[in-house]
């Protein structure tokens, strides 16, 4: 590890098998903590390059448990985060949206690492017990249209530096690849990044890769759509701005979207949304996420026609159901 601190160090970049070969050391232990978070800050110093990006996710991708949900034909809708924001679970409030749609959905999910709560708080909030039981996890496609997939539970380098990335509470590069490695690699997939050329990173790695995709950045730093400024959305074809009013929205503050101070409190939000009872920052901010989701699953469909499906599926409360009947099905 000495020597690839010292290349790093010089600004000199890994390959992506020399990258590859990293994280799965990584995950055999053959580093001590210091020497993983001293890797890890390089990243936050400098940009990840295609090379190491592609080669640390074709470690997690080589080294998960798969899960073969394929013929639900799935989307995941998921942030790197790391934006500083501390936003509530948009990305996990608009995957019960589009379920309730009737759209199935696969979402990969951990604890937050820089934020209050992640989409594994939020869910272990509801009491809901995480699996890796193929049975069980079918069973939740079947009876209510999604599944969860806790990322540990799936990928032993996740387990491997989560002590590590809590400790430092910074973003880390593990924030990247989280939205690249769902171990059921869904056919579909919308993902947030917190700057532009992250987005153009991923742009360039699912261009490779069979998945329909789109790659949204709120230009005001946002992982998310989140309609408090311009935002972009980059697919294999397109790359286009929007503004909140340019869809139908009105244009809300930060504050607004605020995840609250513990993960009690954003579960609360996150209720409050798909109980039709939150702000209309709240819960137009969750739309507008699910309307672009299913766009990438039809985009023949309008974004006008998308929106109205997401909104429908909020406000007849089959958001909701979905929600109960997850719950259910998986505490």
């Known amino acids: 590890m000495k020597q690839i601190l010292y290349k790093l160090f010089e600004h000199r970049y890994l390959g992506r ?4 070969d990293i994280l799965q050391n990584i995950v055999q232990g053959k ?3 210091a020497q993983i978070a001293s890797l890890i800050t390089v990243f936050l110093m400098r940009n990840i390059s295609v090379e190491e990006l592609t080669g640390f996710r074709d470690a997690l991708l080589e080294m998960r448990i798969p899960v073969d949900l394929s013929e639900y034909a799935p989307i995941d809708i998921v942030g790197t985060g790391g934006d500083g924001k501390n936003t509530f679970n948009i990305s996990t409030a ?3 949206v589009v379920a309730g749609a009737g759209y199935p959905v696969v979402k990969h999910g951990n604890y937050g690492a820089t934020s209050v709560s992640g989409a594994s708080n939020v869910m272990e909030q509801h009491g809901v017990q995480f699996t890796s039981d193929m049975s069980r996890l079918r069973k939740s496609m079947d009876m209510c249209n999604i599944a969860y997939l806790h990322a540990p539970l799936f990928n032993s380098a996740m ?8 400790a430092l509470g910074v973003r880390t590069f593990f924030n990247m690849l989280g939205p690249l ?3 059921a690699l869904p056919k579909y997939q919308l993902l947030g990044v917190y700057n532009l050329p992250l987005l153009r990173l991923y742009n360039y ?4 890769s069979d998945t329909r995709f789109a790659v949204v950045h709120g230009l005001d730093g946002y992982d998310e759509i989140s309609l408090t400024g311009e935002f972009k959305v980059a697919t294999s074809t397109t790359e286009t701005i929007y503004t909140p009013e340019s869809i139908g929205f009105n244009r809300y503050c930060e504050q607004d979207l605020d995840g609250g101070k513990s993960p009690d409190e954003a579960a609360r939000i996150f209720d409050r949304v798909l109980q039709g009872e939150a702000t209309p920052a709240q819960t ?3 739309i507008a996420n699910a309307a672009f989701a299913i766009r990438v699953i039809e985009p023949e469909k309008s974004l006008a026609d998308c929106i109205a499906l997401a909104r429908e599926s909020m406000e007849s409360g089959r958001a909701l159901k979905t929600l109960k009947m997850f719950v259910e099905l998986n505490s």
Request: net charge neutral; with cysteine; charged share 30%.
């Open 94 to 96: 608009a995957c019960f």
């Open 205 to 208: 790695v699912f261009q490779e």
């Open 159 to 166: 387990k491997a530096v989560a002590p590590v990335r809590k």
């Open 17 to 20: 098998t020399e990258a590859r």
């Open 284 to 286: 137009d901010c969750v």
């Open 181 to 183: 490695v769902n171990p």
């Open 31 to 33: 580093y001590n903590d």
